[in-house]
């Protein structure tokens, strides 16, 4: 075998390592990969059950329900996350961080299920009066409640109750 030859043989050898070493990175990243999904993009595609994602809006006034757990389980929350334009009841069983309310922005994390529950594993609040997660500014975004070049966001109490700002003309 010449040199040239063998040469070639161990690129080829390598280029196949790599490949398979990528393959199999991707494939075991595949379901570790989580997605942003506002309440709009879920009504108007269906998430599969057994997916996770994330889901981001703003805690629906007057939504929040709590029921305490018998001795020993973790009380049960339900509430409701909005974008403005469409919300979905949300199932979350622990605890609540301490900036958890109504009318705040939220980030939760879990899965759709064919009832129409989102059923969070993590429940996720902001962090002070001016942080807004950059996927819930991008929904707003998307709703037509925010124009960057309008100025700041609205108050966050305001969100899940604005209606939506039409582009274009219509008659």
């Known amino acids: 075998m010449t040199r040239k030859r063998r040469r ?8 196949i390592g790599v490949g398979s070493a990528t393959a199999l990175t991707l494939t075991a990243f595949q379901d570790n990969i989580v997605f942003f999904r ?33 001795t020993g389980e973790r009380p049960t929350v339900r509430f409701r996350v909005t974008d403005g334009a469409h919300a979905v009841p949300v199932t979350y069983q622990g605890v609540l961080p ?8 939220v980030v939760t994390a879990g899965r759709y ?10 429940v996720l609040a902001r962090h002070d009066e001016t942080y807004m997660p950059p996927e819930v500014a991008d929904a707003l975004k ?3 409640h925010w ?3 309008q100025g700041t966001p609205p108050p966050a109490a305001t969100w899940n109750t604005l209606q939506p700002t039409r582009t274009g003309s219509g008659s």
């Open 38 to 70: 506002s309440p709009s993009d879920i009504m108007a595609e269906r998430p599969a059950p057994e997916r996770s994602f994330r889901l981001g809006g703003l805690v629906e006034a007057g939504s929040v329900v709590r029921e305490e757990g018998r």
């Open 142 to 144: 998307r709703a037509g």
């Open 98 to 105: 301490d900036l958890f309310r109504e009318g705040q922005g």
């Open 8 to 15: 070639l043989w161990i690129l080829l050898l390598c280029a």
């Open 147 to 149: 124009q960057p070049e």
């Open 113 to 122: 299920g064919l009832d129409g529950q989102f059923r969070a594993t993590e």
